[in-house]
């Protein structure tokens, strides 16, 4: 085992969520997460400066920010939201003379892999207690048969990378329906001989793709299969504007959905369709959501992410059976969709959700487990929860109050923190240092609409 993440985040802090039953207002969340990695990514192996704007300043956007420097990279922060990456072009990255520390950050540590595999250097990946338990197989497989080198902990990190492999261009199905090894794979691509051939059985988030082809890189979308042939530069990107998170956003999309007699507005979100699967879990369930898009930007060649603003109020929903088509498309937004379940009328069962098993949580146990707290009949499936809803309009009923343990996890603390908007009592949600991962300042925010949220330890 290697040392510990030097980025591990101390375990004292909680929140103590008073019961409140309105929220109202006009906010904007912070910038995407996966946008933001891939912008600091191909902005340091481009040709030439990229300025990232929008860029989230999370623990884990800041953990890719170092160990790019740590490979040699510029990387410059004029403002909190504001970087600037000297691409040093594909073959300009410099071993790193210690492990590079992924503290909480799955993403950072997959893209890396796929990045580092083609390098003429060694590298060490670990991260937090967290990462240093997830799937690392999943990715490191497909990158052995591209002829990399990389041993794992039995599947899990430490990740060691031996420099010096060619690659080679593979034709490769994704078992499993992930961004983080289709980008991987990508990134790999661009250092293999040939043209790699990456096929999803269900489509998943597509930042990867898009970005590539703002820094100038051709790559070809046939139906579900993408091809990338290596060797490619990268021209640096200009400008990369990012926009709010989704997955942030929907904290305040299910917070409103609960409590916006008058309406809640969240503006400039991210709305690319392969990441807003929640909106239509929310509507199937009658949620009374109107998004607004705002126009592309004149020239736009499509490969921009597209945004919009989120208008919500509360309503009625009801229990529904989440299609499977669905889950991939709304994969980080369980933990708030449960909540909005939990308050519903009926029943909601989701199903092909196993991957929820394997985040920075058990996801699945951890909502279960929480919801159970508060008073919420729930069923754990070896794929999903089934959630029996205590109702809404008229006939609502309460959550307990309680103490939840969020498992260290970002996402579970904050969708129990959106919880309190049903609670009959006050929720302390334990371990939540983590919501700085991704979420800086989702306290002030959650105030600032109506909740009454205090961070304390
Ligand atoms: C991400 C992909 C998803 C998601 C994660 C971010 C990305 O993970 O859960 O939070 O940025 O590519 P998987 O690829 O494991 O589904």
Redesign the pocket.
């Known amino acids: 085992m290697s040392r510990p993440s030097q980025l591990e985040a101390g375990t004292a802090r909680h929140y103590v969520a008073a019961p409140v039953s309105r929220v109202q207002g006009r906010i904007e969340v912070p910038g995407d ?2 946008i933001s ?1 891939r912008a600091l990514l191909l902005g340091a192996i481009a040709d030439g400066a990229t300025r990232i704007e929008g860029f989230l300043p999370s623990e884990d956007c800041l953990a890719t920010l170092t160990a790019l420097r740590a490979l040699g990279v510029a990387v410059q922060r004029p403002s909190d939201t504001t970087v600037q990456v000297q691409g040093v072009g594909l073959a300009g990255l410099h071993a790193s003379t210690a492990p590079l520390d992924l503290g909480n950050a ?2 950072a540590m ?1 893209l890396m892999m796929g990045l580092l595999a083609g390098q003429p250097f060694d590298s060490t990946l670990v991260g937090d207690s967290s990462l240093m338990r997830r799937p690392m197989e999943r990715v490191a497989q497909p990158l052995r048969a591209m002829g990399a080198r990389i041993d794992t902990q039995q599947g899990h990190p430490p990740v060691l990378i031996h420099g010096a492999a060619a690659l080679r261009a593979i034709d490769y199905a994704l078992p499993l ?5 289709k ?1 991987a794979l990508l990134l790999a691509a661009l250092y293999a001989h040939g043209t790699t051939s990456v096929l999803e059985s269900v489509q ?2 597509d ?1 990867t793709e898009r970005m590539l082809q703002q820094f100038g890189v051709r790559l070809e979308r046939r139906g579900a299969r993408i091809e990338l042939s290596g060797g490619q530069p990268l021209t640096a990107g200009g400008t990369v504007r990012v926009p709010g998170d989704f ?1 942030s956003a929907a904290f305040f999309i299910v917070a409103g959905c609960l409590a916006a007699s008058e309406g809640l507005t969240i503006c400039n979100v991210g709305c690319n369709p392969t990441r807003t699967g929640l909106l239509q879990m929310l509507k199937l369930m009658g949620a009374n959501i109107h998004v607004q898009p705002h126009a592309p930007a004149p020239g736009d060649s499509g490969a921009s992410e597209p945004t919009a603003d989120i208008h919500v109020r509360a309503g009625l929903l009801r229990g529904i059976r989440v299609p499977e088509s669905l889950v ?1 498309l709304s ?2 937004e369980f933990p708030a969709f449960f909540i909005a379940a939990a308050a519903a009328e009926g029943q909601t069962v989701v199903t092909g959700a196993a ?1 929820l098993r394997v ?1 920075e949580s058990d996801r699945l146990a951890a909502m279960a487990q929480g919801l159970t707290t508060l008073g919420v009949q729930c069923e754990l499936l070896p794929d999903g929860l089934c959630v029996q809803g205590l109702g809404s309009g008229a006939a609502a009923g309460r959550f307990d109050g309680g103490r939840i343990d969020s498992h260290a996890d970002h996402r579970i603390a904050m969708a129990f923190a959106i919880a309190s908007l049903r609670a009959r009592g006050p929720l302390q949600i334990d371990d939540v240092a983590n919501v700085a991962t991704s979420f800086p300042g989702f306290v002030t925010l959650a105030r600032s609409v109506g909740l009454a949220l205090q961070e304390q330890g």
């Not at 329906?177 to 090894?181: D, E, F, I, L, M």
């Open positions: 997460k996966s990695h799955g993403t997959r329906a992930s961004a983080q090894v980008s998943t988030r930042h997955s991939a994969i980080d991957e985040k």
